[in-house]
């Protein structure tokens, strides 16, 4: 599975921004997914994922509410939707699928992944 993300770019805080994640190759139309993030000098955390279905997600907590996870499964595709955008928020984004069809916040429980898109938040 090869995976393209895009849609970051440079933001004023209070601002949004949608990433998407082109997925190619092996369908990952049956594992679950997710977003990550790492800001310099930090450990990749993740954002939010969801399963195979899109119907049950997961948001880390200083994200729910703004941020909301989705996906095309036709389109082999992963959205992540972020509003209400605040600097803390800038980091690069990945996007990754994992072994399982079920939703999943384990980090190696992740095999593919995306080469990251720049999100910056300026205040």
């Known amino acids: 599975v090869q995976l393209q993300a895009s849609g970051g770019g440079l933001v004023e805080a209070g601002g949004s921004l949608r990433l998407s994640c082109a997925a190619s190759?092996?369908?990952?139309?049956?594992?679950?997914m997710g977003w990550f993030r790492q800001a310099p000098g930090t450990e990749r955390e993740i954002v939010a994922a969801?399963?195979?279905?899109?119907?049950?997600?997961f948001y880390e907590s200083s994200v729910r509410g703004r941020f909301t996870i989705s996906r095309d499964n036709a389109q082999n595709t992963l959205y992540l939707q972020m509003n209400t955008l605040k600097p803390e928020d800038t980091a690069v984004y990945y996007c990754?699928?994992?072994?399982?069809?079920?939703?999943?916040?384990?980090?190696?429980?992740?095999?593919?992944w995306g080469q990251g898109t720049q999100v910056t938040v300026s205040s």
């Open positions: 990754a699928v994992s072994l399982r069809s079920a939703m999943t916040t384990i980090k190696s429980q992740y095999k593919y």
């Open positions: 969801n399963d195979w279905r899109g119907r049950s997600t």
């Open positions: 190759g092996r369908t990952s139309s049956n594992n679950g």
